[in-house]
């Protein structure tokens, strides 16, 4: 349901690549070129896994199971009936087939997170190479550069353009985040008591699911968790090192005026841009996923060694 709401709610990211205004992957180099195409395909081949793996999931679902009658109350219900086996088989599987559904559903954020993530370090990593380019084409070695109006017009122009493209940048990231902070949390309770529920499952074998639908569940759940997770550590990896760019231009070179402005440009990116961001001490990295699965792992625990003293 968290899901879903989410999906209908949240429209920014349809319209990313306007909104972000986002510049031709060729318009950098041919290194910059490539990195950004092979993280293309990267992020292709995990949304590809991803739903693969949902459809896959959902799919195992459909397939009938003796003990299922107990666990489904709709099922339950139906075999009481007396309908005709054509309407009784046509109705089972609409039921069924909703599995396929619901898993799909539940990991479609997380890939639209991916998508919109990858868009946000692609223009930064163009920018990036911009910003490290602003003395191209002059000598900074000669001493007569100090005396150049030319050369610092022009890194004045090109520091300006550099800091109104970051704050855009940094503008749009924070939509997103505005648009999806009311199901941060709401997402990582769910994440959390879902992998606890797999995990438990697992552990207990006390549900009718087969061993290969348990490990799929499982898998699905690690691989959603890693494509939210891995598109916010990304844009915030890529944005962490604005600073260290603007430290490796030749900075003593420029006036005081274009001094000033790379002091502003240092404030502005002083940290890093964070997606799917609740609050200071709290947004999705890999930090966060480690802790998650930590919780998962307690509580599961927790739960199977419970089982073992009920048993005795």
Known sequence: ??????????????????????????????????????DARRATFYTILNTVLSIAA????????????????FLKILAE????????????????????????????????????????????????????????????????????????????????????????????AKEINDAVKSFIIPFAITATLLGMTVLLIGFTGTIYYNYYQIILSAVLYLSTLFCAVEGSQCVEEETDKFSQVLFSNPWYTWNRENKKLLCIFLTITHEPIKMLKWSETLYLNYDWAISVLKKVYSLGSVFFNMRGYITK
Request: glycine share 2%.
């Open 81 to 172: 009936q007396t309908l005709p086996n054509f309407i009784t088989q046509t109705l089972y599987y609409v039921y069924k087939t909703n599995f396929v559904f619901l898993f799909f559903v539940m990991t479609v954020n997380s890939i639209r997170i991916l998508y919109v993530s990858r868009q946000i370090k692609f223009q930064s990593s163009l920018l990036l190479e911009h910003l490290g380019n602003i003395s191209e084409g002059y000598d900074v070695d000669d001493l007569n550069i100090f005396y150049n109006e030319e050369y610092h017009k022009e890194v004045n122009n090109k520091l300006k353009f550099c800091i109104r493209r970051h704050l855009h940048i940094a503008q749009f």
């Open 1 to 38: 349901m968290v899901s879903l709401i989410a999906i209908i709610k949240i429209t920014q990211t349809e319209t990313c690549r306007e909104k972000l205004d986002c510049w031709s992957e060729e318009s950098g180099s041919r290194e910059t070129f490539l990195r950004i195409k092979r």
């Open 58 to 73: 959902g799919v195992t679902l459909v397939l009938p199971n003796e003990d299922e009658i107990h666990y489904h109350y």
